[in-house]
């Protein structure tokens, strides 16, 4: 099985590429713009592997993608190369409408010709698989509910919006062409090698550092967390098994408020890396993001049923391995937060309109 993955250098697209390449035995591509979410030190473990190649270069030049697709030959694509924090959407949309609308334009675009050269055994093999988000669905406003497969499309942000359109191109390529397409809709990601500008990052670095904390508003909003491994074990099932034309909701049922979730890192942290004062001092609530849903909720009963997946990291297990891994690998995330990323606020444009 050759697959390629966009995005492979990144947070979920790394952990997916560890996967198939060290456990799966595929042989894969991964397919990188390599922007500031891009690290080929998440690859570490398996640069030296037989059965794994790079190539630098984005999805929005049709002849790269093009190029990769006739040299490699792939069975499968696995699509993640995305733009994904909300508050850089905020602060800059365009990029977000560049690389996942028309990026994803240009990739399925070339993979549709590609596919259609194939023989026909092949061609019947072949598969795309869209990876996306629970933040298309909107929010759940009630405190009530789970997203399902069905749920309308209602998102918030310009990130949001723009991974919906990229659904829709997904589903109506499948419909119109017959390309073999599908979807998965995934809940909030945490685990090792995350970029720190997410909330569980940025918050354990922050907390080691003896640095503020920020929770938005009263902390009150509420994600379904789930572990990156759990998630890359269900992109590989997904992208093997599922249905075409079908979209596969994956969450780990692990629903937590974000205060809950600072200070349950601040408490493992008070086990294992004890300060002067509780870490739970450094909490600052701040103004709340824009247009911030204040609850996301996954029903995964079709992936789970279908096709047999389980999570199996809870949030307890699965954000103790986190906080420690962060503590054991400085090597990884001491470069980000020097050169990169030192945890300033974003997503502050709109507030100042």
């Not at 098994?241 to 596969?248: A, F, H, I, N, S």
Request: proline content about 4%; overall charge negative.
């Amino acid at each position: 099985m050759r697959v390629m993955v966009t995005g492979g250098a990144g947070f979920i697209g790394s952990a997916l590429v560890r996967y198939l390449v060290g456990e799966v035995g595929a042989e894969v591509l991964t397919f990188d713009k390599l922007t500031y979410a891009g690290n080929l030190t998440s690859l570490r473990s398996i640069e030296n592997a037989p059965n794994h190649r790079f190539v630098r270069a984005d999805i929005c030049d049709r002849r790269a993608v093009a190029a990769a697709l006739e040299d490699f030959q792939p069975d499968r694509i696995y699509h993640l190369a995305a733009e994904s924090h909300v508050d850089r959407s905020i602060d800059g949309s365009a990029d977000f409408i560049q690389t996942n609308i028309v990026g994803t334009y240009t990739l399925i675009e070339a993979a549709r010709h590609y596919w259609l050269g194939l023989d026909a055994d092949r061609k019947a093999r072949f598969r795309f698989l869209h990876v996306s988000t629970d933040e298309v669905y909107g929010s759940l406003e009630d405190g009530s509910g789970l997203f399902t497969e069905e749920t309308p499309y209602d998102p918030s942000s310009p990130y949001s919006a723009s991974k919906a359109a990229s659904d829709h191109l997904a589903l109506a390529w499948f419909r119109t062409y017959g390309f073999p397409a599908l979807i998965s809709n995934c809940s909030n990601n945490y685990g090792p090698y995350h970029f720190p500008e997410k909330l569980i990052p940025l918050a354990i670095l922050n907390a080691l550092h003896g640095k503020p904390l920020p929770v938005y508003g009263n902390g009150t909003n509420v994600r379904d967390w789930l572990y990156v491994e759990d998630h890359a074990r269900a992109l590989h099932l997904i992208g093997s098994e599922g249905q075409l034309g079908q979209k596969y909701n994956v969450g780990g049922r692990n629903e937590r408020r974000n205060i809950d979730v600072v200070t349950t890192i601040c408490r493992i942290l008070d086990r294992v890396r004890p300060a002067e004062e509780p870490h739970e001092k450094l909490i600052r609530f701040v103004t709340d993001r824009p247009g911030h849903d204040f609850r996301y909720a996954i029903d995964a009963s079709r992936l789970e049923n279908e096709l047999g997946w389980r999570a199996r990291e809870n949030f307890e297990t699965g954000i103790e391995k986190t906080v420690l891994w962060y503590i054991e690998n400085e090597w990884w995330w001491r470069p980000l937060r020097d050169k990169v990323y030192a945890g300033e606020r974003l997503g502050t444009t709109a507030q100042a309109v």
